[in-house]
């Protein structure tokens, strides 16, 4: 199909979600809405959608930029994000002051910033042809069955914390909790650039290279990532505070429960050989969704009983139970043993960096 007409697809499959989203939000009763989420307001609602939608777009750009061999720029689009909303975390929360509120709006112009900039790299990279036609339509349900339900729901699931905490919790806990997710995340940028460089060395490669190169890839991430949430536990009770003022102290606690779902984000590594190798998206998928629904009363109710501290505790909660999932079922299938998927030699780490280096453009 002509690059444009998948570009069009792929905002078609973001909008779609949202929009039923924003239809159930739309339609349902205020006094179901206050029963299940009291004190839900108006702009946590927009935040939900705006959210939902954003993450959408983004993961259908980063999929179609590594299709393509664009490591580079998806990698950079990545970063950006983590960086971009650190600084609008500092300018409403310490600059300008606005404090515990200045959170949500962090989040808000954040879901904008991420939102604008995944539509102009779809459109300036590959275009957009909103037009649908019966074939690719066809061929799009065929592979929904085995790969959109987990792209939703993991999109849910990367969310689904700020939701809760911001529709059960309140303004203040969301303020709080917006600090401590923002400045965790930093963590993660070691896995994405790692993964991405991977995919074409799995495509290309045969069923046992591509499995040693993804424990290696794995291991690799994991490994960093840990040692980078060790220091950032040890670092933020002195960080927090001077970035973001003494106001902000008690968002420590929720940041060092959050850390467990960040060193586990390198599980992500290993579902580029269940999509790229073995062609069975259904195996992730059927994780993703699974986690999804054991979210739901999970982070509700971890939230209703312990506030923020109780989201960022179901957050690792969940992160644990999809990782020991997705490891178990790579196990399974790629005939790696447990040692060789978390073992790790510097000679590898070189290997690694040289192909982060050479992918993409």
Known sequence: YPISKLGGLALWTALIPALLLTAILVWLPESVL???????????????????????????????????DRIRLAVSISVSYAFADLLLQVYFLLVIGMGLEGGLRQLFFSGLLRGGISLLVLYSVFGINLRLERSIVQDLLTYAGKYYFGSVSKQWLERADLYFVGLVAGTTAAGYYAVARGFATMITLVEPPIRQAIIPKVVAGDFKQAAKLVSRAFSAGFWLTTI??????????????????????????????????????????????????????????????????LGIPILYLFTV???????????????????????????????ESLGQLFAIKRSELTILSHMMKGSGR
């Open 34 to 68: 206050q029963t299940y989420l009291p004190g839900a307001a108006a702009t946590q609602v927009r935040l939900l959608i705006l959210w939902t939608l954003q993450r959408l777009i983004h993961g259908r750009v980063a999929a179609m930029l590594a299709g393509v």
């Open 228 to 293: 980078l949430a060790l220091l950032a536990a040890i670092l933020s009770p002195w960080i927090i505070p001077l970035v973001y003022g003494q106001a902000f102290v008690a968002a420590v606690p929720a940041f060092l429960l959050l850390l467990p779902s960040m060193v586990l984000l390198a599980n992500l590594t290993i579902e580029v050989f269940f999509y790229y190798q073995l062609g069975r998206p259904e195996v992730p998928t059927s994780v993703v969704v699974a986690t999804a629904l």
């Open 305 to 335: 009983h312990w506030g923020y501290l109780g989201t960022a505790l179901g957050t690792s909660v969940l992160a644990g139970v999809r990782a020991a999932a997705i490891i178990i079922a790579y196990l399974h299938l790629s005939r």
